[in-house]
């Protein structure tokens, strides 16, 4: 049984005013919690694992989505952070759009399942414009958490 | 010279096979792969549930194949659509101007509408009795 994207989202690192302005320094804010949570053993191995992903591929999905992602042994147990950005940051989208909502996947190597079932469920729960819209105008981090405990039920 | 190349998917394991191969046609010839989805355009509110599922299950296919992808260092982008598959086949051509088309041979859609239709080559994959 999978664990649901609720679950798998840090509260600490739900940040709702992102300070950085481009793709990596938006990446190493996003993975700031993981490592002060212990959940990230390497951060110069994991933020290489991200890059090396983000520079053969968009993992901006468009609709002003982005999902960087990483599979790698530098990371204990499957967790998701969370970042607004109400200027957005370029992920390279294909719809050109800069990417306002932000989720950072982190997985252990061996956990290949549960990474795909994650970045399917999240990819389509961010398609729907009522989640972006939710996420776009909660006031805290338990108004994410309804946002998307509320829409990840249907 | 291919440098581009549009791959067609669905939940099939023939288009799962065509997407290996085309992984490793891509890596031989250093050409980016477009992956592209569709989903059928159903009636919203009747068939939510549903459609919450099958879209799960196609961004499933799309990063599976985009992990394969990104283990063989092959540039990847994914694609998910709703509508006529056709239609949106072709639009994604206009679109993005792929140098030729792959599609699995046991695709539902038409071998001479996709020919017809489609601006450039197509190669339709036959899954091996091996794969």
New interface residues.
């Given amino acids: 049984m999978h664990k649901k994207i609720s679950e798998l989202l840090l509260r600490s690192a739900v940040i709702l005013e992102l300070k950085a302005q481009e793709k990596n320094a938006a990446i190493q804010e996003l993975t700031a919690p993981l490592i002060a949570e212990g959940l990230v053993s390497d951060e110069a191995e994991f933020i290489a694992a991200i890059l090396r992903r983000e520079n053969l591929e968009s993992t901006g999905i468009g609709s002003g989505v982005a999902i960087p992602h990483a599979r790698t042994n530098a990371v204990k147990d499957a967790v998701l952070a969370f970042g607004r950005s109400n200027a957005g940051v370029d992920f390279s989208s294909l719809d050109g759009k800069p990417s306002q909502l932000i989720f950072l996947i982190a997985a252990p190597e061996a956990m290949k399942r549960e990474y795909i079932w994650t970045l399917a469920k999240l990819s389509s729960l961010l398609r729907r414009e009522e989640v972006r819209t939710g996420l776009l105008n909660a006031q805290t981090a338990d108004e994410v958490y309804a946002v998307v405990e509320r829409y990840e039920r249907l | 010279m291919i440098n581009q190349i549009l791959l067609w998917l669905d939940n099939s394991p023939a288009a799962r096979a065509a997407a290996s191969w085309t992984i490793a046609f891509a890596r031989s010839t250093s050409a980016r792969i477009y992956a592209l989805y569709v989903l059928p355009a159903t009636a919203k509110s009747r068939r939510?549930?549903r459609n919450?599922v099958q879209?799960?299950?196609?961004?499933?296919v799309?990063?599976?194949v985009?992990?394969e992808?990104?283990d063989q260092?092959?540039?990847?982008?994914?694609?998910?659509e709703t509508g006529d598959p056709l239609s949106r086949l072709t639009e994604v051509c206009t679109s993005y101007q792929p140098d030729i088309i792959v599609v699995s041979a046991d695709t539902l859609l038409s071998a001479e509408s996709l020919i017809r239709h489609l601006p450039k080559p197509v190669i339709f994959y036959k899954l091996d009795k091996e794969d």
């Fill in positions: 939510e549930k919450s879209e799960e299950q196609a961004w499933q799309l990063y599976e985009e992990d992808a990104f260092q092959v540039r990847i982008s994914l694609l998910l």
